[in-house]
């Protein structure tokens, strides 16, 4: 068995009214979701609310989490995420309040003795392994497909006026094309966070590689990351959940 600590943080922020990022910790540690939500008045906050509920009950009822057979867990994730993206915009369609919501979503789960990750959108996971830093997710934003054809470097991708714009999330017809899930061996002294891009755009991955590296308390580690995010410019709502490996 894997044995496995979290801690956990989520905060509105200092430029916004209410807080639109939602996460789940299954309470046997099987799976851990962030979300950030996004479309006018309360919409965001539904959407994000939504795809922690929907995703969960899908998983539930699609994996033997205690199996060592991993063949069907890919798709079953992404039929999880599809399930919650088809709901998110059919109640879209049906609220006007709810008009063109969205949300991201990222996850980290855990199947027999392996991590299987990936999300849809731009919140991340990251992984802290003997002092190196590495994203397991791929942002589906406009600056990432720019950085991925050549045409603008990393660099120029931090501060790119498209940089907060997506091409896929949940809440269109292209949040139903998979998750690009991956596997993970877990080792020992592992460090992961899954946050969303609140995190992202108030610290460089150089400063978060070094707050996740700082502390042996998971939940010391998730507040000092969100308040550094909160301190070093975050105009987004912050959320992170940091997992240890023992």
Do not use: K
């Given at each position: 068995m894997v044995a496995i600590r979290y801690g956990k943080v989520s905060i509105t922020g200092n430029f916004r009214e209410n807080n639109e990022d939602n996460y789940y910790v299954d309470s046997t540690s099987k799976y851990f979701l962030v979300a950030d939500g996004m479309g006018g008045q309360c919409a965001g906050e539904k959407a994000s609310q939504l795809a922690i509920e929907l995703i969960p009950q899908k998983l539930d009822e699609l994996i033997r989490f205690e199996d060592a057979k991993t063949d069907n867990v890919i798709p079953?994730?992404?039929?999880?995420?599809?399930?919650?993206?088809?709901?998110?915009?059919?109640?879209?369609?049906?609220?006007?309040?709810?008009?063109?919501?969205?949300?991201?979503?990222?996850?980290?789960?855990?199947?027999?003795?392996k991590f299987?990750?990936?999300?849809?959108?731009?919140?991340?996971?990251?992984?802290?392994?003997?002092?190196?830093?590495?994203?397991?997710?791929?942002?589906?934003?406009?600056?990432?497909?720019?950085?991925?054809?050549?045409?603008?470097?990393?660099e120029e991708a931090l501060t790119h006026r498209y940089k907060n714009v997506l091409y896929r999330y949940l809440g269109t017809k292209d949040g139903s094309a998979g998750t690009q899930a991956r596997q993970l061996e877990p080792s020992p002294q592992d460090r992961i966070i899954l946050c969303s891009d609140g995190v992202t755009d108030g610290i460089p991955d150089e400063k978060l590689q070094e707050l996740l590296g700082q502390s042996d308390d998971p939940q010391q580690t998730a507040e000092a990351i969100v308040k550094a995010a909160q301190e070093g410019g975050s105009k987004d709502n912050i959320t992170c959940i940091v997992l240890f490996v023992d």
């Open positions: 079953a994730i992404d039929e999880a995420v599809s399930h919650a993206n088809v709901e998110i915009m059919a109640l879209g369609e049906l609220d006007p309040n709810c008009r063109s919501m969205g949300t991201t979503i990222v996850f980290v789960i855990l199947v027999g003795d299987f990750i990936g999300g849809v959108g731009d919140s991340r996971v990251y992984l802290l392994r003997n002092n190196n830093l590495h994203q397991l997710t791929t942002d589906h934003s406009l600056t990432q497909a720019l950085v991925d054809a050549g045409t603008i470097t990393e």
